[in-house]
């Protein structure tokens, strides 16, 4: 009723609503956008969500925690790992499970995997927001090999299921080192492409530098994290601030900048594909030897209290608090999802801007909307 | 005798077959003058007419159907894809069974539009299309209209398409159409300009605007050659703004497709919206045939100064040949753009004609007079 009696309002002002989504190329899914425009220029955005909620939280209360896992997949698809391996940490951080080295290690490198995937798929949907469709056949050319791994040692290419409380599903494949090493070997060969055909053009640069900046100040009131935020210079990468896994064995980079524009954002996952690859490239000669997994008890169940475990996705902090109340299902699970928080700030930054950099700003913040929705 | 004229028909026709290749009038007089002889020269005019409107129609289909093949052919070959490759060798068929689909596809009404604008745009379109490639020469006399302000009538006729892309946005009752229809009529309406002024600096190389007299005076070298830098400038800034001017990427922002969904088409659906898809490749086509009649010398062949040997190896190209070889050296220039280019924002674009294009083609223009008073072109 509100939103009805704000749409009136504003057509009294002259201003031109545009309903972009449910269903429109540019939302990445079904966002949909009540835009107000005057001329071109952006006044208002209204983003309405819940069009693709499941109820995962809800659902989460009744059924066991290993279960959690399979629908945390559904949530961003690709961070999958990554959400998986928030409930693990949770349920082993809970029961004071001794984690081998091994099942660390290959954590660790699904992890950035995992991001090194969400990345090209960043950088090729991007590049298509902006009108570069030969973007998205370069990005997702290259994210095939990285699917193709995936699915030799898990069995799924988006949605992988791969960890488990106490361990990992089942072992790595034997291939699998090999095509990591020659993955990254290619990759590093294609990443040049990618900035000949997109960062270094002339009109890319014109279209982002400058648009929709987003301070250092904003960044932390708004609450936005991962590469968006460290695009504005704040330092909130999980892996450097609150290492899980093997992250406090390996050496690299958080990704830092001051600008905070779209052009910056842009960088920063673009340089994190550089330092994923440092990542896995110290890793993935090292897995030590041992069990894939840790004999857990067929039922597992939390002792009484409240849990809470962060990880870094792709694109941001994955916070997951949990209740327990002794039994096999948590009482209340609650994710903290960082696409809706960055969804937040979508008006601020888009405010006064033209139509064209509001689709440019909407993709530079990556959205995954079953991750605003859950 | 009632005959005599099949006797003066079958002169026209001694000698090697292959010259009507070279010069197409010898066809055509005998043709024009049996008609005259036979019937009123209202009927020959009526007659006329019908046979190169049918002509043309099919030249029409065909350049369109060819051009939609070709861009999946070349954005798959940048793309690392195959493209259409299932019907017919290579696929060339696709766009054949692609034109079959969308005829038989339902023709949605939409609501509240206003069905008379709505229903006539796209004809409009296509008729402006066809207005302006009347004034195109082919080949050595193959033209079907070819009068002393050639040139100026394209340039007009062709502007106006923007009606039609207009009128579609406006009539569709849809918000992305009036959006992308507002933007084609401010984007064609500035890049009309930087065409005009560009097409003027050859204009006064050749001191004529008539086509033919345009592509005679280039026997001796084409105009790009010709006219120094200052031709070059022109014929750059004229890629650049009949690449606006019809719509194509990186400054198709009447369609931008991650903005708007498909601009001032998305209402229509069926033989309508192929209306459009059409007539956008033949705009690309007549763009392209433009800048090869007025700045690659149409279909003259290369020549270089007094080589005799290479000149006479390059008449012996028919002239239909260098003329479609010209154009479609244009026409995939252009579409590497579109696929190599992220699309330009409305403003810049209006910014890179207004403050860019315009005055470097007033100042070119100036220094192309300067050249043609003194004699300084070649």
Redesign the interface.
Known sequence: MEEKVEIIATDEKQE????MGPQ???THGVLRLVVS?QG?TVKNIQPHIGYIHRGIEKMCESITYPQIIHLTDRMDYLSAHQNNESVCLLVEKALEVDIPDRIKVIRTIMSELSRLQSHQLFWATF????????C???GL?DREMILDIFEETTGGRMIVSYNCPGGLMYDIHPNFQKRVKDFIKYFRKKLPEYDT??TG?V??R??TSGIGPLTLQDAISYGITGPSARASGLSCDVRKHEPYSAYDKVKFNEVLFSEGDTYHRYMARNDEMRQSMNTIEQLIDNIPEGPYAVKMKPVIKLPEGEYFQRVETARGELGLFVISDGNKNPYRVKFRSPNFVNLGVLNHLAKGF????L?AIAGSLDFVIPDMDR | MRFDFIASYVSAFTGPWWKFLYDFSLLTTPVHEWLNGSVSPFWTTVIEMVVVGVVFLLFYAVVGLFLVYAERKVCAFIQNRLGPNRIGPYGIFQTIADLVKLLFKEIIPIKNADSLLFNIAPYIVIIVNFMALAAIPYANGLHAIDFNIGIFYILAVSSMSVVGVLLAGWSSNSKYSLIGAMRSGAQIVSYELSIGLALITIVILSGTMQLSEIVEAQRTGWFIFKGHIPAIIAFIIYVISSTAEINRGPFDMAEAESELTAGYHTEYSGIKFAFFYLAEYINMFIVASIAATMFLGGWMPFHIGNLEGFNMVMDFIPPFIWYIGKTFFIIWIIMLFKWTFPRLRIDQLLTLEWKYLLPINLVNILVMSFLVLKGWHF
């Open positions: 031109f609503i545009v309903n429109h190329p540019s425009l071109e590049g298509m927001d902006l009108g570069g469709q030969t998205y056949f370069y050319r055909i997109l053009n009109i890319f014109e279209r033209k139509i064209a950099d689709i």
